[in-house]
């Protein structure tokens, strides 16, 4: 059992480049979200989805699209990247059980720079 | 607004003794509370949650954590603290406005000094 998959794992983009971090997770959960980490900081929501064809803006969406295809598959675009886009991105999955209600189930990370 | 508040940014403890960290939410509703760990390199894992009943929460590794209610707050404890231990610890509320979303506070480091 994979959990979510984050790829990829590290990747430096130079000022306006757009690139997708893809994620995708095999539990079945309907709902998944994109965050993002810095220092400090603490985790910021940058998009959501609670199913296939259902996507909605968290905190922090401006620089952002995401698309939500299928239940697996949630990825996250960065177009015209910015410095400011410079983190660590995480994307997570919740199920719908009453024992897993609410718990984040999260990928392992996409370290991203923007030079 | 809601938010979650972690006073801490980093707190160092030594190997064997006790530690709490602290965590104070803000959201009008019944919470739903987590504390969630991240080591070096590693996505965030869930260490225990509070949903409702007993307000002495089990969780992972010999964590704990107490809810209450009056001083919005739910803090973690362990009563003696390994060297793998060190890692961010991250307390967080799920709200529910026009779904259900998860708000992190800003995490707490921790070192385990010999």
């Known amino acids: 059992n994979a959990g979510v998959t984050q790829t990829p794992k590290f990747r430096i983009l130079k000022i306006g480049q757009s690139m997708t971090l893809q994620c995708t997770q095999d539990?079945?959960?309907?709902?998944m979200y994109w965050y993002r980490q810095d220092p400090g900081m603490g985790l910021k929501l940058i998009y959501y989805s609670v199913g296939a064809g259902i996507t909605d803006k968290g905190e922090v969406p401006n620089g952002y699209n995401v698309s939500r295809s299928t239940t697996e598959d949630f990825p996250l675009r960065l177009e015209l990247a910015a410095p400011s886009q410079t983190s660590v991105y995480f994307c997570?999955?919740?199920?719908?059980?009453?024992?897993?209600?609410?718990?984040?189930?999260f990928g392992a990370g996409s370290r991203l720079t923007v030079l | 607004a809601q938010s979650v508040t972690q006073p801490d940014i980093h707190i160092t403890v030594s190997e064997g003794a006790s530690l709490e960290l602290r965590c104070n939410y803000s959201y009008g509703a019944t919470p739903y509370l987590f504390w969630y760990v991240q080591s070096p390199g590693q996505g965030l894992q869930l260490l225990l949650k509070?949903?409702?009943?007993?307000?002495l929460v089990q969780g992972i590794k010999g964590f704990e954590a107490e809810f209450k209610r009056s001083q919005s707050s739910f803090n973690l404890r362990k009563p003696s603290v390994h060297w793998s231990d060190a890692a961010e610890y991250f307390c967080a509320v799920v709200v529910n406005t026009g779904g259900f979303k998860t708000i992190f506070g800003a995490g707490t480091r921790l070192f385990v000094k010999a």
């Open positions: 509070y949903f409702s009943g007993d307000t």
């Open positions: 539990m079945n959960h309907n709902y």
């Open positions: 997570a999955s919740r199920g719908q059980s009453r024992a897993g209600a609410n718990v984040l189930t």
